[in-house]
C-alpha cells in the first residue's frame, strides 16, 4: 500500500522460499507475482503465477488458482493479449461470485475498470502489430470504454465498502477519479480524489495518497 515494491518483493521472496506448508508457499508466490506484475517486471510475473496456477490445478487449491487467473489476464492484457486477458478476468471474476469471495472480487473489478480506462487513455505502447492483434477487440471496447471502467470502479467501490477493505476502495476512487479528470469532469473527479485521500490517509497508505493528492492539487490548478 506504500507503493514499496523493493521490501515486498523481499519479504515475498523470503515466505516462498522459507514456507514448509506447501500451500502457504503457493501462496507467498501468488502475492510475489503481483507484486512483480504491477512493477512492470512481467516475466518474473509470468514465471510466479504460472507455478501457482500449477500447483493450483494438481491440488484444487481453488482460492489462490481464480487470484492467479485474475493476475494473470491482467498479465496478458500488458503484454497485448487483450482479448484472452479479459477473458480470463472475467472466468475468475464468475470464480469469485460463485464462492462469494468478495475481496477478491473488488479488486477484479478495480483491475476490469483500470484495464478500460486505460483504453480510454491510450496508455502504453502498443505497437502496430499489437494493433492488428487486436483490431477486433478495439473497435468492439473503445466506443464504450470510459463507461465500462467508470461501471468497474463504481461497483468494485460498492463491494469493497460492504466489506470494509479500504485499500480497495482507495484504489478505485483514486482511478476513478483520474478518469473522470480526463473525462473533463472536474466536480466529480474532485469528490473521488478527496474521498481517495481521506481512505489512504486511513491506511497510511503513503505512495497511493501522494498520487492522490497530486493529482487532487493538479486540478485545482487547472480551474
Given at each position: 500500500m506504500r507503493s514499496d515494491f523493493h521490501s515486498a518483493i523481499e519479504c515475498l521472496e523470503s515466505g516462498t522460499r522459507l514456507a514448509v506448508d506447501p500451500f502457504y508457499s503457493q501462496l507467498s508466490r501468488l502475492n510475489l507475482g503481483s507484486i512483480y506484475l504491477f512493477s512492470n517486471q512481467l516475466d518474473k510475473a509470468e514465471t510466479a503465477i504460472e507455478e501457482v496456477l500449477s500447483y493450483s490445478e494438481k491440488f484444487g487449491a481453488g482460492v489462490i488458482g481464480i487470484q492467479?487467473?485474475?493476475?494473470?489476464?491482467?498479465l496478458l492484457i500488458a503484454k497485448g493479449q487483450m482479448r484472452k486477458g479479459l477473458k480470463l478476468l472475467e472466468e475468475g471474476q464468475r470464480e469469485c461470485l460463485e464462492n462469494q469471495w468478495r475481496t477478491v472480487y473488488a479488486r477484479s473489478e478495480c483491475a476490469l475498470g483500470?484495464?478500460?480506462?486505460q483504453i480510454v487513455e491510450g496508455s502504453g505502447p502498443i505497437s502496430l502489430s499489437t494493433m492488428a492483434k487486436n483490431i477486433g477487440f478495439l473497435i468492439k471496447n473503445v466506443p464504450f470504454a470510459s463507461k465500462k471502467a467508470e461501471e468497474h470502479f463504481n461497483r468494485a467501490i460498492e463491494v469493497a465498502k460492504e466489506i470494509g477493505a479500504k485499500g480497495t476502495m482507495g484504489m478505485a476512487y483514486l482511478d476513478l477519479g483520474l478518469l473522470y479528470r480526463m473525462k473533463g469532469k472536474t466536480e466529480q473527479a474532485q469528490k473521488?480524489?478527496?474521498e481517495a485521500i481521506q481512505l489512504f490517509e486511513q491506511c497510511e497508505a503513503e505512495g497511493f495518497l501522494k498520487q492522490a493528492k497530486e493529482a487532487l492539487a493538479?486540478?485545482?490548478?487547472?480551474k
Open positions: 492467479a487467473c485474475i493476475y494473470m489476464g491482467l483500470k484495464v478500460y480506462s473521488s480524489l478527496s493538479s486540478l485545482e490548478g487547472e
